[in-house]
């Protein structure tokens, strides 16, 4: 364990990316090259999923206009302010920087899009006009990336818009289980306030579960998006699961995030090779534990996590074991006080290219912990979906013409997790946009 874990790390979940100052901002957007232009884009522009024009708007807070700025970004993607926090800019914008390849810092393109949005919302900039009403009337269902972004887009092209939402509060993943050193819940509120204005009507803890309400809904609107996400987390049961301090990673950080922090012990496992695990791992870190190991049975090399996110988490002491698979929780009095651990080593490749992780028999140990958390991955909404005719799916997600977002029940369209399994918020936008694009296709169509 790092001495920089224990002695900088316990209660601090305050942004890993601090915001610029407007000096800093300044300095910043001069250093932009401003690529691209009539024969090109720029590469960070194409490497963003939402299509933010990055060299006008870093243009327009170099020529001291953060406001300008904003509403360049809000033209693409309306949850702006919340994708300049959570956005995994290291393989995105900021990797395809010119300035990576003249060996210097790539821009800061992240930390100046939230300086323009935040700057917008501090001074009441609406993010978008909208447009006369056009007499449309479209569903979302979900308040997630996807859905508020669909949602924000339809309703400034002149659409009315109800979104539906289970949860008591918008932004889906965002506001639940996104990391809180990332993204604790603002500013989705002001997203949503700004959604409001543009005249969309958000319904939360309003579960559409029955075919009765979709029926309800198909009623009353032309088009149907589906932003509903991926549900709970992949069930793998393990003897001991209901010790106390074993948990699935989706309600360890929702309570983290609503102010009941679990209680981590000192020593915390966290089994997984992808970014929640990596997440988790670093929450366990500043909940307080001293020792916080990841248990993954494939090796580095196979890990899906980012790998910044990974070299992050090791930089922060969270301890990695390769090529071990948990077995077994062990407790005392109902407190999980071990895990039992299979040693693995690596077969012929699976279906998914990988190699397989096969056990080493006899070799099992056990790791003493206070705490598990499963980061497995999460599972599609198969039982919502079935209520929906003609709906296709591939591998529990929502089959869709990637031209259009249309599913195959032509009424409806999707975008974000629900289609790609779980990726990033901004993926979530770009898939909306697309959406919209094909939701307006089909309704305008329909009226001629
Ligand atoms: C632990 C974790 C950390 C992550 N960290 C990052 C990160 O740092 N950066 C990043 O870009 N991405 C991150 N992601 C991924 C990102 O959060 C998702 O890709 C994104 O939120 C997907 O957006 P969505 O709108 O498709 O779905 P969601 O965000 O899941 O939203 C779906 C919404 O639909 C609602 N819903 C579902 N079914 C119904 C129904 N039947 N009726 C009513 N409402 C319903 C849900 O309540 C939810 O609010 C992370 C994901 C996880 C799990």
Known sequence: MSAFAQETLVGDFSDLKSPLSEEEALVQADLCLQCGGVYAT????VACPADVDVPTFIAQIAAGDPGAAALTLFEQNILAAS????CPVEVLCQASCVMNSQDEAAIEIGRLQRFAADWAYANGVAPRKKAAANGHKVAVIGAGPAGLACA?????RGYTVTVYDERAEVGGLIRYAIAPFRQHTEPLPAEAVALAGLGVEIKLEAKIDSKKALAE????VEAIFLGIGYGEDVLVKTPGDDLEGVWESLPFIEALKDGNPPQVGR?????????????VAR?????????????YRRTQAEMPAFYHEYEEALEEGVVFKWLTLPVAFKGENGRLTA????PMKLGEPDDSGRRRPEPIEGADFDLPVDTIVKAIGQRPREEFLSLIDGLELEWGRIKINPETGQTTNPK???AGDAINGGATAVQAVGGAKVAVAGIEAFVQGEKR
């Not at 020593?267 to 997440?279: P, Q, S, Y």
């Open 42 to 45: 720029a590469p960070c522009t």
């Open 83 to 86: 994708c300049a926090r959570v």
């Open 152 to 156: 924000g887009e339809l309703a400034a």
């Open 217 to 220: 809904i198909e009623k009353e």
């Open 267 to 279: 020593r915390a496992a966290v089994i997984g090779g992808g970014n929640t695990a990596m997440d």
């Open 283 to 295: 929450e366990a870190l500043r909940l307080g534990a001293e020792e916080v190991t990841v248990l």
């Open 339 to 342: 895990v039992e651990c299979q």
């Open 412 to 414: 409806y369209f999707a």
